[in-house]
């Protein structure tokens, strides 16, 4: 098992990937949330070029993938689940969600400790959000959420069926929720019981400060419910409200090398 994971972990991300993308996709030519304002072309260009370069740059810069630090944190005996031996199962669907729990309170950090926000900010500049928008980080950030996802890994002591099934996950959701789909409002309050929904983490991506610090989530909406970030809707509506940063209005933060440049920017939103 985990060997078959070892060797297959790319391909069912990276198809998995491409599925979730072009369904997105589709979904939001047909049924639009909102009509987007910034050039299309650019935007989806530059993201998915630094998309790319990301996942080059993790490819590079890690010798080991996340499930493979999973399967010898699992031979060592290293880790909580590990050492207490839960049922596979159940230990994966505890990992998942303690990963999760991870990933909501890392984004918090990234918001709150300046160097940390320079790089995360990045993603904060697009001035649209849509499906391309769930993958556009600055390439460190991508590298240091993934030394901390292993940290966590190797502390929880995740099965690696369980990391593989988080990481597809949080590739899906991540798309799931930036994109720029109508869901019925019925549907979406439904839907954010279990899942953050694009109307939800669209909150997080508006220009007004209060709104941008709130809803961390990217897959389980209660942490933001447990732990006060919860905003249901914002206060300018979906389709006034303006998405980006209030000083990163220039449509050269779309581009490639400017999106590399915002963490040495003196321009702190
Ligand atoms: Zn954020
Ligand atoms: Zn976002």
Known sequence: MNIFLLDNAVLIRLESFAVVFISMAIWEWIAPRRI???PKIT???NNLVITF???LAVKFVFPVTAVGVAIMAQKAGYGVLNIIGLPPLFGGCVAIIALD???YFQHRLFHVV???WRLHRMHHTDLDIDVTTGARFHPVEILLSMVIKMAAIVLIGAPA????AFEVLLNATSMFNHSNIFLNPGIDRIVRLILVTPDMHRVHHSVIIQETNSNYGFNLPWWDRLFG???DQPSKGHDAMTIGLA????PKYLTLHWMLAVPFLRIER
Do not use: H, Q
Not at 161 to 164: I, R
Not at 247 to 250: A, K, L, M
């Open 161 to 164: 069926w369980s990391v593989l």
């Open 36 to 38: 987007l304002k910034a």
């Open 229 to 231: 970030s919860y905003r």
């Open 43 to 45: 935007r989806w260009f």
């Open 53 to 55: 370069l990301n996942s």
């Open 114 to 116: 300046p160097v940390l």
């Open 101 to 103: 729990l991870t990933i």
């Open 247 to 250: 000083n990163y209005r220039d």
